[in-house]
C-alpha cells in the first residue's frame, strides 16, 4: 500500500467506508485478532459471505486505509488499522453485543429485588438472530415473590423498555418461580435444554445449578 | 527439547462451537464433582475436569477468532494464540497457563487439592468458557 491513511480514505463521504454487510463480516473478524490472517482465513470465520465476496471486501478495506494487507508469497496478510480515524467507529459496533450485555448485568444488579436467575437464551444468545428476532430472556423469580408483585413487575417492565430503546428488539420474557424451576428441572421439556445449551447467564445462580446437567 | 512454530491447525466456527460445548459440559460436571465432599478424591476430579474445559475452552476461543488452534498436547502454545484475540484475549491466556500449571498435579492426585485450590481452578475455567462464549457470539 502506497501513502498515507488520510489521502486514501474519502474525507468528504467518511460513512461510505463500509459499504455492505460483507465489510462489517470481515472488520468483525479482523477487529477481534492482533494476528495478521489471510483471505482464506477471514473467510473461514466470517458468519456470511463467499471467499470472493471477502477477498473484494478486504481489498476495497484496505484501499480507505481501515485495514492493512502486507503480501507473504503469493497471498496477502491483512490487520486491522486500530490507529484508522475510523477505528473507534468500527470497535463500537463490533462490540455492540457485549455492550447489551454489560448493560444488562448492570441494570439487574440494581434490582430491588434480586432475581434467582435471568439469561438470554435462543437466537440472541446463539448470535444467529435479526431485526425482526425478539431477546429471549428466561427469569427465575425468587419463592417469595409473587408474580403480579408490583415491584417486580416494575422491574421486568423497565427492563423490557431499555432493550427495546438499546436495540430495537422486543424482549420476550419467560418467567417461572423458583419451584417452577425445580419442576423444570425434574421434567426437563426442551426448552430447558435449549437454555442449558445456550443460555448466557446475567444474574444469579448458572442454568446447570438451576436446572441439572444435560442429558 | 522443546520445539517451536507450526504448532496450530486450521479450524472454523463449527468446531469452536463444538470445543465450547464440550468445555461448557466438562466444567458442569467440574461443578458438580466439586460438591461431593464425601468422596475424597472429588477435589482433585473436579480439578482435572476444569483444566480440560479450560483447555477446550482455549481451543474454541482459538477457533472462533483466529481460525487456528493449538496442535495436540501443545496447550501453552493456545496460550500464545490468546494473547492474539482482542479484547481480553491476555486475561484468557494467564487463566489458562494458571490452570495448565496445575494440569499435572490435579490429573495425578501427586498433592492433594484443597478447596480454595479448587474454587480458583473454577474460577478461571469459568473465565475461559465465558471467553469462548463471548467470542463465538461477536
Not at chain 2, 480440560?52 to 495436540?72: E, F, N, T, V, Y
Not at chain 2, 482482542?86 to 484468557?92: E, I, L, N, T
Request: glycine letters at 6%.
Amino acid at each position: 500500500m502506497s501513502g498515507t491513511i488520510i489521502d486514501i480514505m474519502n474525507l468528504s463521504r467518511p460513512w461510505a467506508l463500509i459499504r455492505s454487510p460483507i465489510d462489517i463480516e470481515v472488520m468483525v473478524v479482523l477487529r477481534g485478532t492482533t494476528r495478521p490472517l489471510t483471505g482464506r482465513d477471514v473467510a473461514r470465520l466470517v458468519r456470511a459471505g463467499s471467499q470472493p465476496a471477502v477477498n473484494a471486501a478486504l481489498r476495497r478495506l484496505a484501499e480507505e486505509g481501515l485495514v492493512e494487507a502486507e503480501e507473504a508469497g503469493s497471498a496477502y496478510l491483512y490487520t486491522f488499522n486500530r490507529e484508522h480515524l475510523a477505528a473507534s467507529a468500527i470497535e463500537l459496533l463490533a462490540g455492540i453485543r457485549t455492550e447489551l450485555e454489560r448493560r444488562l448485568r448492570g441494570e439487574i444488579a440494581e434490582w430491588r429485588i434480586a432475581p434467582v436467575h435471568v439469561s438470554i437464551f435462543g437466537s440472541a444468545a446463539r448470535g444467529d438472530g435479526d431485526t425482526r428476532s425478539d431477546i429471549d430472556v428466561f427469569v427465575v423469580r425468587p419463592a417469595d415473590v409473587s408474580e403480579d408483585d408490583p415491584g417486580w413487575r416494575e422491574q421486568l417492565d423497565r427492563l423490557s423498555d431499555h432493550v427495546y430503546n438499546w436495540t430495537g428488539n422486543r424482549v420476550a420474557v419467560s418467567e417461572v418461580s423458583a419451584a417452577d424451576a425445580r419442576r423444570l428441572r425434574r421434567e426437563r421439556p426442551a426448552i430447558v435444554e435449549e437454555i442449558r445449551r445456550d443460555a448466557i447467564t446475567l444474574a444469579g445462580r448458572t442454568p446447570a445449578e438451576l436446572l441439572g446437567t444435560s442429558k | 527439547m522443546t520445539k517451536r512454530g507450526g504448532r496450530t491447525q486450521p479450524c472454523d466456527r463449527t468446531q469452536a462451537r463444538t470445543r465450547l460445548e464440550n468445555a461448557q459440559k466438562s466444567l458442569e460436571v467440574a461443578e458438580l464433582t466439586a460438591g461431593d465432599e464425601a468422596v475424597p478424591a472429588s477435589r482433585s476430579v473436579a480439578a482435572a475436569l476444569a483444566v480440560l474445559s479450560g483447555i477446550a475452552a482455549a481451543d474454541a476461543a482459538c477457533c472462533a477468532a483466529l481460525g487456528r488452534r493449538s496442535r495436540g498436547e501443545e496447550h501453552r502454545e493456545a496460550a500464545a494464540l490468546l494473547r492474539q484475540i482482542v479484547p481480553a484475549g491476555d486475561r484468557a491466556a494467564k487463566a489458562l497457563i494458571d490452570l495448565l500449571n496445575l494440569k499435572d498435579t490435579a490429573h495425578y492426585g501427586l498433592i492433594p487439592i484443597t478447596r480454595r485450590e479448587l474454587t480458583t481452578t473454577l474460577r478461571r475455567a469459568r473465565i475461559l468458557v465465558d471467553f469462548a462464549g463471548e467470542v463465538l457470539r461477536r
